[in-house]
C-alpha cells in the first residue's frame, strides 16, 4: 500500500471541507451534471415484479434474488431482456405465475413484449443470478440461470425457443461440493483460451429451508435476518466447456484450493497482472477473491494484489463489482458496493497485478457512506469520456428502502477520477425508495445513450431511459464484436478506442455488478471527437486495427483470420 495517498482516517478530519469544495466553486451538485434518468418501465410495458416469497420468517435467501440479463436472444441487434424470479418458501417452488422468470423481447420502439410462454424459460426453483454467452459458437446467445439449490443452462434454439440441457451439459449434480450450491452469480469466461466459453460460479453458504437460526427477537415481529456468520461458506466452483457441448467441472484439477468466501458480484477484466482476463468476486463478510488466469495455470491472488479487503483491512457486506478505468491511466480499476456505514470500496490498479485503496481520493469513501449498493456498473452515461458509477439502492429489508445512484465522474471537470453524487439532480434520488437488487446496463433504445434496467424486491422493475441531451461534445461509438478463432461472444476481447489523443480500454464482459448479465456491445463515450481509431485484442491473440471510424454509430466488426 503506497503511503502517499491520502489515508482513510485522515479523510475523515478533511471530509467536510472537501464536500464543501464544488459549492464554493460555483460547482454544486445541482446543474452541473448534465445526466437526466427517466422511469419509463410501465409504459414500455414491463411489468415485472421480483417477489421473493417472503412470508415474516426471515429465510436468508429473501434478501439476495434479484439478477437481470441482457440478451439479443432473437438475433436482431436489438438488447432484449431477461429477469430471474424468486419462489415460495420454504418449498422454493414457483406455486403461481407472479414467481416466473420473465423474457421480454424488445420491439424496438421504446417497448416490450412478454414472451416467456413461447420461450420456454418461465423456469423452476428459487432463482438469484444470470448469465448470458453463447457457450456452444452456434451464433445464438444462451442463459445460464443461478439459483438455490438449482442451477440450469438454457440452449437458445434459434427460433425464439430454449430448451433446458443442464443435465446433458452436466451441470445438474453438486460437483465438488458434495452438496446443492446456493450460487448466486455466474460468469462465462474462456479462461484457457481453446474458443469455448467456460463457467464460474459464484456460490454463497450451505444452507436448507427451515435451518435459519432465530435473529433478532423471539417474537416474530422482531426477528431480523441473521449475520452472514451464522452460516458456513461454500466455495465457488469453474467447469471447463469440452467443446461439445457439456462441461467438467475443473476446481480442483487445476491446482486451485477450496475458494471460500460467500461469493455475491463476479466483475472481469484485465486486473491480475497476467495477459488473460481475470475474475473478482465480491464477498458477503468474507475476504474478496481475484482469480488470475494464465493458461491453465490459475492462482488465487486477491491478498497479494490488495483488493482482499478494503483500505482499513476489514472484509464488509460485499454485493457488486464492476471494473473500468476510473481515474484515466488505462488500467482497469475495480468498485464494489456495501451496505450503509460500511462505504463501497475502491480499489485504484497500479499495475503488475496491484492495487491501492482508492476509496476516499475517489470521493466514494465520503459520498457513499449513507448508501447501501448492490448491482452497479461503471458506464458512460453522459458521453463524456469518463466512466460513472450507477449504484442499485436498497438495505436488507424493507425499514431499508433506498433510491438509487449516480455518481458522476469529472463532474463539471472538477478532476478527472473523482465522483460527485448526482442522483437528485438526474432524477433518480428522488424516486420512491425500494430495495433494489440486479442492475444492467444497456442501451435499448439505440440512440447512442446507456440506460439502465434495475430489479427491486416486491416492487415494480424499473427502465431508467437516459434522456441526457445530446450536443456537439458528446459523441459516443459502439461496437458489437463477433469472434471465429476466438469464442463467437468474444468475451475477453480487449478493444483500445482513440480519440481527440485520449485512450480508452474495455473488455467484451457482460459480468457486471450484483448477480446480472449486462450487454456484451461496448460504448464509448468520444466527448467533442467526431472520430476514432480502434484496435482489437483477441483472445485468440489476432489483432485488429481500424484507423478511422466516424462517431454516432454502432459498428459489427468479425475476428480476422490472422493478425493484422
Known amino acids: 500500500m503506497r503511503t502517499d495517498l491520502l489515508r482513510r482516517r485522515d479523510f475523515l478530519r ?4 472537501l464536500a464543501a469544495w464544488p459549492a464554493a466553486h460555483g460547482l454544486s451538485d445541482v446543474g452541473i451534471s448534465g445526466i437526466r434518468l427517466v422511469n419509463g418501465a410501465r409504459a414500455a410495458g414491463l411489468d415485472f415484479v421480483l417477489c421473493n416469497g417472503a412470508q415474516g420468517r426471515k429465510y436468508q435467501v429473501e434478501t439476495l434474488p434479484g439478477g437481470l440479463g441482457v440478451i439479443d436472444f432473437d438475433g436482431d441487434g436489438w438488447p432484449d431482456l431477461f429477469c430471474t424470479n424468486g419462489a415460495c418458501l420454504p418449498e422454493m417452488k414457483k406455486s403461481g405465475p407472479e414467481y416466473s422468470n420473465r423474457l421480454y423481447r424488445n420491439n424496438r420502439d421504446g417497448t416490450f413484449t412478454d414472451v416467456t410462454k413461447r420461450s420456454g424459460l418461465a423456469g423452476e426453483g428459487y432463482c438469484m443470478g444470470v448469465a448470458v454467452g453463447d457457450y456452444d459458437n452456434d451464433g ?6 443461478a439459483g438455490v439449490h438449482g442451477n440450469h443452462l438454457y440452449r437458445n434454439n434459434g427460433d425464439g425457443t430454449f430448451h433446458d440441457v443442464t443435465v446433458k451439459a452436466g451441470l445438474a449434480g453438486n460437483g465438488s461440493l458434495g452438496k446443492p450450491p446456493w450460487t448466486v452469480a455466474a ?36 426477528r431480523a435476518y441473521c449475520h452472514p456468520d451464522k452460516y458456513t461458506a461454500q466455495a465457488m466452483q469453474l467447469y471447463h466447456n469440452n467443446g461439445n457441448g457439456t462441461f467438467t467441472e475443473v476446481t480442483r484439477k487445476e491446482g486451485l484450493p477450496d475458494l471460500l468466501g460467500k461469493g455475491m ?27 488470475s488466469f494464465e493458461g491453465k495455470n490459475i492462482a488465487e491472488i486477491g491478498l497479494e494484489a490488495g483488493v482482499a479487503y478494503n483500505g482499513d483491512g476489514r472484509n464488509i457486506s460485499g454485493m457488486g463489482a464492476a471494473v473500468g478505468d476510473i481515474d484515466g491511466d488505462d488500467l482497469p480499476d475495480i468498485v464494489m458496493t456495501g451496505l450503509k456505514n460500511e462505504t463501497y470500496e475502491v ?46 439502492g436498497g438495505g436488507l429489508d424493507v425499514r431499508d428502502a433506498q433510491a438509487n445512484r449516480v455518481f458522476q465522474n469529472n463532474a463539471g471537470h472538477i478532476k478527472a477520477g473523482r465522483f460527485v453524487d448526482v442522483s437528485d439532480d438526474c432524477g433518480v434520488g428522488a424516486a420512491t425508495p425500494a430495495l433494489h437488487r440486479g442492475a444492467v446496463f444497456a442501451d435499448f433504445d439505440r440512440d447512442g445513450r446507456i440506460d439502465v434496467a434495475v430489479s427491486a424486491m416486491n416492487a415494480p422493475l424499473e427502465l431508467w431511459w437516459n434522456r441526457t441531451p445530446q450536443s456537439h461534445d458528446r459523441h459516443w461509438l ?12 468474444a468475451i ?3 478493444v483500445v478506442c482513440l480519440a481527440s489523443g485520449r485512450k480508452q480500454i474495455r473488455t467484451v464482459t457482460n ?30 491473440g489476432v489483432v485488429q486495427k481500424v484507423t478511422e471510424v466516424k462517431a454516432d454509430q454502432r459498428l459489427s466488426l468479425t475476428e480476422p483470420k490472422s493478425k493484422a
Open 347 to 392: 480499489f485504484l490498479n497500479r499495475g503488475h497485478g496491484s492495487f491501492d485503496d482508492g476509496s476516499a481520493s475517489t470521493g466514494l469513501l465520503n459520498l457513499s457512506r449513507p448508501w447501501s449498493g448492490w448491482g452497479c456498473g461503471l458506464v458512460d452515461l453522459d458521453n463524456d469520456g469518463w466512466l460513472d458509477l450507477f449504484v442499485a
Open 492 to 494: 475477453g476481447a480487449q
Open 478 to 489: 459502439q461496437l458489437r464484436l463477433t469472434g471465429a478463432a476466438s469464442n463467437r461472444s
Open 187 to 222: 460468469c462465462w469466461i474462456d479462461y484457457d483460451n481453446d474458443g469455448y466459453l467456460d463457467l464460474f460460479l459464484s456460490n454463497y453458504c450451505d444452507w436448507s429451508p427451515g435451518s435459519d437460526p432465530v435473529c433478532g427477537g423471539v417474537e416474530p415481529q422482531s
Open 265 to 291: 458480484g463476479i466483475a472481469m477484466g484485465y486486473i491480475a497482472g497476467s495477459e488473460h482476463a481475470g475474475l473478482f468476486i465480491a464477498n458477503d463478510n468474507a475476504r474478496n477473491l481475484l482469480v
Open 140 to 145: 445464438f446467445e444462451d442463459l445460464f440461470v
Open 511 to 540: 459480468s457486471v455488478g450484483y448477480a446480472s448479465s449486462s450487454d456484451l456491445t461496448l460504448h464509448f463515450g468520444l466527448g467533442s471527437a467526431t472520430s476514432a481509431a480502434i484496435e482489437i485484442r483477441w483472445p485468440s
Open 14 to 17: 478533511t471530509s467536510l471541507i
